[in-house]
C-alpha cells in the first residue's frame, strides 16, 4: 500500500482520490495501531497531498520556512543536551522528530490555533543505549538532569514508559522552556523503544530471548478477531466497527486480582465482563467498582478496579446496546440478539402452520397475504417473529381457523349459559363475572386456568373442556397447543371492565443481596402501594439473592405499577411475572 502511495502520481484523478481514501480511512490507523509510525505519517501525509492538495502544499511551504527559521537553534539544543548526558555517563544518539502535515492540520483544526501555534513541529529524541534491565531507570535520570537545568511543563508530560500505549509504544515526553525561551519536546526513550517505535510490532521479535510474541499484540490481534467473527451482515457496519476498533481511546482498568484490562474510552462493566470472557458478559447480572455498586450503565474510569456479579439465570436485555462501547462487546451481543430474532421467527412459523394446519388451511403465499394485511405487518419475516415472541394475539386468528363458526357458536351458549335450578337460563349481573364470551360478549360458566393464572388486562382466550370453559393467557405455555390442535375449541374471551374481584399474581425478582433489603421490598408492597402478600419466598448466596412473592391486585396495571416500584428499591436488579405456575 504504501508504494501503492508513493507512485499515484501517474494514475487518473478518480483512481488517486479512492486509494487515499481508503488510506486515510483504514491503512493510516491500522499502521497506528500496530505501532508503525513511520507507515503512519506518511500514510496521512500523501493521503492529504492527493485528498486536499491547497492545504497540503501551504502547510509544507510554512513548514520548510520553519526549518529555515528553527533548524539551527535545535541544533544548537540538541548538542547541548548530548555533551550534558555524554558527561554524566550515558551513551546515546540524538534524532529529529519533524511532526508530519497531516497531524499539524489535525492539532490547528482540533485546538483553533493557527500554524505558528503549533509548539511541537519539532521535537529532539534522545536514544539510550541501555540494557533492558535498565533503560527505565535511565530514562528517568536522564529526566531529572534536565529538568534540573530547564524548566519543564508539568501538563506536557507524557509517561508511555510506566504503562505503554495498547500497540506497544513505550516513550517519555517532556516539554521544557529552551535556553532562548522557546519551548521544545523532548521525547526520551531507549534503542529498543525507539527501534519498535519505528518498526512496530514487527521489531518486538528481536527483542524476546523465548522467542514469544508481544502480549499487547496478541490482546489486540483478539480483539480485531472478535470483530471479525461476529461480523454484521451489513459491509458498511463491519468497516465502521472495525474501524473503531482502530481508532478508539483507552482507559486501564483492573480485576479483583490486579490483572490489567485495555478497554475503549466510555466503557461499561458490561465491556470489562465481555472482555474478560463472553459467557460472563452474557450472564453479568451486577457489578461492584471500586467496592461499591453501580448499575451496568456506569462509566468506568482509568484506574477502576471492577468485579462482575453473575447469575446462571441472566439473559442478555436488548438496554444493554446502549451501554456497551468495546466492539467485541458490541458484536457479541448483537449475534446473540440476531441468532435468538432468527429462532423466534422460525418458532412463530411452525406455530402458525399448526394451527392453520389444524383448520385445514395451508400456510402459503395466499393465506401469508391475507395476514400480513390483517396484522398489518410487511413482510413474512416480520409476522413470523412477532408470532415466535408472542407480540400477537393468536386469538385474533380466529377468522383463519374456524370456517364455520355459527352453529357451534349457538351450541356453546346453550350448554354454559348459568341456569337455575330448574334449568332456565339465569340472568346474572355483569358486574360479577369477570369475562366475558364471543363476539355477543355474553357470560358462560368458566375458570382461569392455574397453569398461567391470567388477570384482566391480560390478552385471554377460552379454551372449552368437557365440564365447562377454561380461561387462558395468550402467551400461555399451552396456548400453542390448544389453538393448534384443538382451535374448534377455542372461543374469543374478553375481560369484564365492569368487574371488580381482583386476582393473585407471582413476580419472581433477583438482585444483589443487602442489609433490610428484604424491608425495603415489603414496604414498597405493603404499605405504600396497600397490596396484600399472600406469601413470600427470598434465598441469598454470595451476595447475590433470588425470590418469588404472591401479590393480590386489582388487575394487569395495577401489577405493572408494582414491578416499576419494586425495580427501584437499590439492590433490585430484576423482575417479572412468574408465567405459568410451578
Known sequence: RLHNMRTLDSMAHAKQLKIASETMYIFAPLAHRMGLYAFKQEFEDLSLKYLEPDVYDELEEKLVQAEEND???????????????????FTLSLKRRNKGVF????????????????????????????????EKSDIWRVYSLITSIYRPN?????????????????????????????????????????????????????YKEDGSGS??????????????EGHSENAVEFVDQFKLQLFSDEIFVFTPQGKMVTLPK???????????????????????????????????QNGDQVQIISSDTQIPQESWMDWVSSPKAKSKLRSFFRDRARIQESEGKERLERMLKRANIELNQSTTQRMLNFYAVRNPKELFLKFGKGE??????????????????????????????????????SSSNIVLFGPDEVVLEHRLAQCCRPIQGDGIFGFIEENGIEVHRTDCK???????????????????????????????????????????????????????????????????????????????????????????????ERVDREISAR
Open 215 to 228: 502480549a499487547a499484540l496478541d490482546s489486540w490481534i483478539e480483539r480485531i478477531r472478535d470483530v471479525v
Open 71 to 89: 533548524g539551527a537553534y535545535l541544533e544548537r539544543f540538541g548538542h547541548g543536551l548530548e555533551d550534558l548526558l555524554i558527561s554524566e555517563g
Open 266 to 300: 466510555r466503557s461499561s462493566p458490561l465491556d470489562f465482563a465481555f472482555e474478560i470472557h463472553t459467557d460472563l458478559g452474557m450472564k453479568t447480572l451486577g457489578a461492584k467498582v471500586n467496592g461499591q455498586l453501580v448499575a451496568l450503565s456506569h462509566q468506568l
Open 103 to 134: 497531524s499539524i492540520r489535525r492539532k490547528m483544526q482540533n485546538q483553533n490555533v493557527p500554524f505558528e501555534e503549533v509548539y511541537d513541529k519539532y521535537a529532539v529524541r534522545i536514544i539510550l543505549d541501555s540494557s533492558p534491565k535498565r
Open 392 to 429: 400477537l394475539d393468536s386469538e385474533r386468528l380466529r377468522d383463519f381457523l374456524r370456517e364455520d363458526s355459527g352453529g357451534f357458536y349457538q351450541y356453546i351458549l346453550r350448554r354454559f349459559r348459568p341456569k337455575s335450578k330448574e334449568g332456565a337460563v339465569k340472568d346474572v349481573p
Open 154 to 206: 508539568p501538563r506536557r508530560l507524557r509517561d508511555w514508559v510506566t504503562t505503554p500505549k495498547a500497540n506497544g509504544y513505550e516513550s517519555l515526553h517532556i516539554t521544557v522552556m529552551g535556553p532562548e525561551g522557546h519551548w521544545i519536546e523532548i521525547q526520551i526513550r531507549s534503542k529498543r523503544m525507539d527501534d519498535e517505535a519505528e518498526r512496530g510490532y514487527a521489531a518486538h521479535w528481536r
Open 478 to 572: 399451552h396456548a400453542v397447543k390448544l389453538q393448534g390442535q384443538f382451535a374448534e375449541r377455542v372461543i374469543k374471551a374478553e375481560w369484564n371492565r365492569g368487574s371488580r374481584q381482583g386476582f393473585n399474581a407471582v413476580l419472581r425478582f433477583s438482585g444483589i443481596d443487602s442489609k433490610g433489603l428484604i424491608l425495603k421490598i415489603t414496604k414498597v408492597i405493603s404499605s405504600d402501594m396497600q397490596i396484600d402478600i399472600r406469601a413470600f419466598h427470598i434465598d441469598g448466596s454470595d451476595g447475590v439473592f433470588q425470590g418469588t412473592v404472591s401479590v393480590h391486585v386489582a388487575d394487569r396495571s395495577h401489577l405493572s405499577d408494582l414491578v416499576q416500584r419494586l425495580k427501584s428499591v437499590k439492590g433490585v
